[in-house]
C-alpha cells in the first residue's frame, strides 16, 4: 500500500489562496463593468430570463436563481430584498420591510417582484453580453451584465472579503448621469454620496471615497417648541429603534436630559423627543449629535473588481472608467445594428431585383439543385456589383455592401409564389428607403460617439429622473464642544481644608453642578494649582482657596492675584489666564520660592478687572500705608509671568473694594449660514463685536423671530434663517409680508416687546398661504420690489420707515396691495453711496497737495 506525504504548510498556503481568491471574486467585491456581486446578477439574470411583464413570486425567482447560484435560499433572498429596498432595478408587491425601522420583509411566498422599466433599459443585451457556463454546466450566465449605468455608485455597496473589504456609499441618482455627461464633455466632476433616509452630511473629508476618508452624517432634527424635539430624517444605517435606544442610554447616562422619546413613524419617519424642564432645546439638540446615533461617522473604501483584481479607487475614477464602459456597449450595439440594417438592405435588395427581373424565369430549364444556385446566381450578378469587382464608375448596377452568398440564393428560392404575384415594387423601395435613412444615422450616431453617448444619459434622465432629487443636505458641521453640550450630571464638592475634590464628598461644600467628563482646577493658598478630571474623589492638595469647572481654551477667564515673594519679600500683582495645561500637573502661580504665598486671589468669568484696599503693617518705613490698587492698569498674560511689584514693603490686609467692568473688550462674531451657527473664525457674515450678555435677533423664512445670547451654542436650521443681526435697545423689525386671510401684501414695523430668550414669536398671520416675503433690523431701508397686476409687471420702490410707523409685534401692518410681490430687493441709499466713496477715495486733494499747487480733474 502506497502512502502519499502531503506538506501541511504547502496546502496551507494553495487552499488559502484559492479561498482568499473566490471570496473576493465570487462573494464580496462587485465588478466596475455592471456594479454586481455574482449573486445579485444571477437574481437579475433569472428575473431577466423569466419576464413576461407580471409579477412573480420571490419564492419562485429564488428557485430559478438557484440554477445558476451555488449557495442555499436564505442567502438568495436576502440579497433580492437588498435590491429592492434601493429602489432601482425592481418593482415590489407586498411587504419588502423598511430600511428606516429595521422591519424585515415578509416570507419569500408572500411577496412579488419583476425587473424595473428602468432596469429594462439598462442592464441587457444578449448581443453584447459575454457568457459562461454555470457551475453545474447545465446552463448559460453571463460573466457580467452590459451595464449602461453606474449602478455600483448608485445603489452603494458591502462586503467583507480575505484581507480586504469594501464600502461604497450610494449616490444619486440625477448626479451621477449629470457627471457622465461632463466626463463625456471633458470636465471635471465631484460627486457626493446621498441617502433613501435623507439627513445631512458634511464632505469636507470624504477623499473622493477612497480608503482615509469620512463622512458625517446627521439625522435632520427640528424644534418643535422649547419642551420638544422632532427627528424627521436619519443618518444612513441608522434605523428608528437604534436611534431611539442609543438615546435612552444617553439619557441613562446623564449625557442629556429628557422625559421621554416616543416614535411615531408611519409613512414618514417622526420620533418625538420631549425634554425635562428648564433643559434648552438647542443645546440639547446639539447633545443628541454629540452622544447618539443623530451623527454617525462613516468611511468609505472603494474597492473594485477590475480585470479580475481588486482595486481601490476613487468615485469619480469609477464613474469615468464606467461611462467609457457604457460608450463602448453603445458603440457595440451601434455596430450590430449597422451589421442588421445592413443584411436587410443586402437581401431586400436582392428580392427586389429577383422579383423585378424575373430571375425566377430562369430555373425553369434547371434539372438539379446545383443549376438553379447557378441560375440564380449569375442571373443577379447582370444587375449587382460587389466591393471586390473593380467596376468603372460608369457602371450602373447596383453595388452591393458584401458578395451573394449560397445562402442568400436559397432565401430567395424560399419566397412564395403568393408574395411574387403580388409584390409592390413602389412598397419595396419606400422600405429599402427607410432602412437606408436608419443605416445613414446610425453611420452618424457611430462617426459622433460621444453626442450619442450624451442623448442617450439625457434620455435616461428624462425618463426616468423624475421623483429622485437629492434627498441628503450637503453641508458643513460645526464641531460641536462636547463638554458645552454634555448634561450638568453630577454636583462638584470640595473639601478646602484637608484638599480634597470630587463628586462623592456630599457631606462637604457644594461648589456647582457639572458633567462628569468636566475637568475641575484647584488653586490653593501655597501658590500651585492643578487641573484635574472630575471623580468620586481626588486629592489637589491642602489649603484649597478657589475651586471651579475649568474649560480648555477659554480666553474669558482671567484670574487676579497678589502674592509673597517668599526670596524677595515683595508683594507682586499679576493678572493671567489658564488656556492649556497638562492634566494632574502641578503648576505655580507665584515666583515657585520657598516662603511664596497668596495675600489676594479672584477669578473674574469676564476678564473683569478689580480695585482693592490695600493695608501695609504698622512697622513698616512705607509713608503711605494704606493705598488702593487696580487691577485694570495690569496686562493680562500667561500663567508663568511673575507680574509686577505691589510694595516692597509687608503687607497686613487687602480687600475688595470695587469690581470693575470687563478689560478684555468686545469680540467680533460672524454667523455661517452654512451651519447655522454663530463663530468667532471668521466664517460667514460678520456681526460685529459683541460684548458679554449681548443679544442677537433672528428673524426666520417662516415669519418668526426670536433673541438670543452671543454664544457658540447658538444654533438655528440654515435653511429657515433669513436675518441676523445684533440686537440694539432702539431696534425695530421692518417686514413684508402676504396676509393669506385677506390676500393683501402688508408693511409692518415693530420693536422687540416680547420676554424670553431662545423662542420664536410668529409676527405674520397663521394662514397656510401667509408667506414673508422681506425682513430685516437694519435702518432706513429702500426696498425695490416687483409684483403683477392685470397681466403686468410693476416695479417700485419703497422707504420702510416712511411707509409705516412702528407699532406692537402683533399688529397687522399697513396694506401694500391688493397683490403677491414676485421678487424683492435693497437699493443703495444717498448715504450708503456716500460712505462706499469716502472709504474708497482716503486720500483728498488736500491730502495730497500743499498751497499753491495745481490739481487737474479730468471728467
Known amino acids: 500500500m502506497n502512502h502519499k506525504v502531503v506538506d501541511l504548510n504547502g496546502m496551507y498556503q494553495d487552499y488559502f489562496l484559492d479561498y482568499s481568491s473566490y471570496v473576493i471574486l465570487e462573494r464580496a467585491v462587485p465588478k466596475i463593468d455592471d456594479g454586481l456581486k455574482p449573486v445579485q446578477r444571477r437574481i437579475l439574470h433569472s428575473l431577466f430570463q423569466m419576464d413576461d411583464g407580471r409579477f412573480h413570486k420571490v419564492a419562485n425567482v429564488i428557485g430559478q436563481t438557484m440554477q445558476y447560484h451555488p449557495h442555499g435560499d436564505a442567502a438568495i433572498g436576502a440579497a433580492l430584498v437588498h435590491i429592492g429596498q434601493k429602489d432601482l432595478l425592481l418593482d415590489m408587491q407586498g411587504n419588502w420591510g423598511d430600511i428606516r425601522t429595521g422591519d424585515s420583509a415578509a416570507a419569500a411566498r408572500y411577496i412579488e417582484t419583476r425587473l424595473s422599466k428602468f432596469a429594462k433599459a439598462v442592464a441587457f443585451n444578449p448581443k453584447t453580453t459575454e457568457w459562461q457556463i454555470s457551475y453545474d454546466g447545465r446552463k448559460k450566465e453571463p460573466i457580467s451584465l452590459p451595464m449602461k449605468f453606474p449602478l455600483v455608485l448608485a445603489q452603494g455597496v458591502e462586503g467583507i472579503a480575505v484581507g480586504l473589504s469594501t464600502k461604497i456609499l450610494p449616490h444619486n441618482f440625477i448626479e451621477l448621469i449629470k457627471a457622465s455627461i461632463k466626463i463625456l464633455q471633458d470636465k471635471k466632476v465631484k460627486i457626493y454620496p446621498d441617502f433613501q433616509t435623507g439627513g445631512s452630511i458634511d464632505v469636507s473629508q470624504y477623499n473622493g471615497g477612497k480608503r482615509g476618508g469620512k463622512v458625517k452624517v446627521r439625522a435632520k432634527i427640528d424644534i418643535e417648541d422649547k419642551k420638544t424635539l422632532i427627528i424627521s430624517e436619519l443618518p444612513y444605517g441608522v434605523t428608528t429603534t437604534g436611534m431611539i435606544d442609543s438615546i435612552v442610554k444617553a439619557n441613562e447616562k446623564g449625557k442629556i436630559k429628557i422625559k421621554k422619546v416616543i416614535d411615531n413613524t408611519a409613512a414618514d419617519v417622526e420620533i418625538r423627543v420631549e425634554l425635562a424642564s428648564g433643559v434648552s432645546p438647542e443645546v440639547t439638540r446639539d447633545a443628541l449629535f454629540a452622544f447618539t446615533n443623530c451623527e454617525v461617522s462613516i468611511s468609505p473604501n472603494a474597492c473594485v473588481i477590475v480585470d479580475n483584481r481588486p482595486m481601490f479607487l476613487t468615485v469619480e475614477e469609477i464613474l469615468r472608467i464606467n461611462t467609457e464602459n457604457t460608450k463602448e456597449l453603445l458603440r457595440q450595439e451601434l455596430e450590430i445594428a449597422k451589421g442588421e440594417l445592413e443584411e436587410k438592405w443586402h437581401f431586400a435588395s436582392l428580392e427586389k431585383i429577383f422579383i423585378q427581373e424575373r430571375i425566377y424565369r430562369d430555373i425553369e430549364e434547371c434539372e438539379s439543385w446545383e443549376e438553379v444556385i447557378e441560375a440564380i446566381d449569375k442571373g443577379l450578378r447582370k444587375y449587382v456589383s460587389i466591393p471586390s469587382d473593380k467596376a468603372p464608375k460608369s457602371d450602373k448596377r447596383l453595388r452591393l455592401l458584401r458578395d ?423 437699493v443703495e441709499t444717498d448715504a450708503e453711496i456716500e460712505e462706499e466713496v469716502d472709504e474708497s477715495s482716503p486720500e483728498t486733494p488736500n491730502d495730497k497737495y500743499g498751497p499753491g499747487d495745481t490739481l487737474e480733474l479730468e471728467f
Open 404 to 826: 451573394i452568398t449560397e445562402e442568400d440564393i436559397v432565401r430567395l428560392t424560399e419566397i412564395r409564389i403568393k408574395r411574387i404575384s403580388k409584390y409592390n415594387v413602389f412598397a419595396a423601395d419606400e422600405k429599402i428607403a427607410a432602412i437606408e435613412a436608419e443605416l445613414d444615422q446610425v453611420k452618424h450616431d457611430l462617426a459622433h460617439l460621444t453626442d450619442y453617448a450624451i442623448a442617450y444619459y439625457q434620455d435616461l434622465l428624462d425618463r426616468f429622473g423624475k421623483g429622485r432629487e437629492r434627498r441628503t443636505v450637503i453641508t458643513d458641521f460645526q464641531d460641536i464642544a462636547v463638554r458645552k453640550v454634555v448634561a450638568n450630571n453630577v454636583k462638584l464638592y470640595v473639601n478646602r481644608k484637608d484638599g480634597f475634590v470630587g463628586s462623592g464628598l456630599k457631606k462637604d461644600e457644594y461648589v456647582c453642578d457639572c458633567s462628569d467628563i468636566d475637568d475641575i482646577i484647584a488653586f490653593r493658598k501655597d501658590g500651585k494649582f492643578v487641573v484635574t478630571r472630575i471623580s468620586d474623589k481626588s486629592f489637589v492638595g491642602k489649603n484649597i482657596i478657589h475651586v471651579a469647572v475649568w474649560k480648555k481654551g477659554d480666553e474669558r477667564t482671567t484670574y487676579n492675584c497678589i502674592y509673597l515673594d517668599g526670596v524677595s519679600g515683595r508683594s507682586m500683582a499679576k493678572r493671567f489666564q489658564v488656556k492649556a495645561i497638562t492634566r494632574d500637573k502641578e503648576y505655580e502661580m507665584t515666583a515657585g520660592t520657598k516662603g511664596s504665598r497668596i495675600y489676594y486671589f479672584s477669578a473674574n468669568p469676564n476678564g473683569e478687572s478689580e480695585i482693592v484696599h490695600v493695608q501695609l503693617s504698622q512697622g513698616s518705613r512705607a509713608r503711605n500705608k494704606i493705598f488702593d490698587f487696580d487691577f485694570a492698569e495690569l496686562d493680562i498674560k500667561g500663567r508663568g509671568s511673575k507680574g509686577n511689584i505691589l510694595t516692597k514693603y509687608p503687607v497686613r490686609k487687602i480687600t475688595l473694594l470695587e469690581k470693575g467692568s470687563s478689560t478684555i473688550g468686545a469680540l467680533e462674531w460672524w454667523i455661517d449660514r452654512t451651519t447655522g451657527r454663530l463663530n468667532r473664525d471668521g466664517r460667514g457674515d460678520s456681526l460685529g463685536e459683541c460684548d458679554t450678555g449681548d443679544f442677537v435677533i433672528l428673524i426666520t423664512k417662516d415669519g418668526q423671530y426670536g433673541i438670543y445670547p452671543v454664544n457658540a451654542d447658538f444654533y438655528h436650521e440654515p435653511n429657515n434663517i433669513l436675518y441676523v443681526g445684533i440686537l440694539y435697545q432702539e431696534s425695530v423689525i421692518s417686514a413684508i409680508y402676504f396676509d393669506g386671510e385677506k390676500g393683501w401684501t402688508m408693511v409692518k414695523r415693530f420693536e422687540i416687546e416680547t420676554a424670553g430668550e431662545a423662542q420664536l414669536f410668529k409676527f405674520i398671520s397663521d394662514h397656510r398661504s401667509s408667506k414673508l416675503y422681506y425682513a430685516t433690523a437694519d435702518d432706513e431701508v429702500q426696498l425695490q420690489y416687483v409684483y403683477r397686476a392685470q397681466k403686468q409687471k410693476h416695479e417700485k420702490t419703497l422707504t420702510l420707515d416712511e411707509f409705516v410707523d412702528v407699532k406692537g409685534w402683533k399688529a397687522k401692518g399697513n396694506k401694500l396691495g391688493e397683490f403677491k410681490i414676485l421678487s424683492v430687493s435693497e
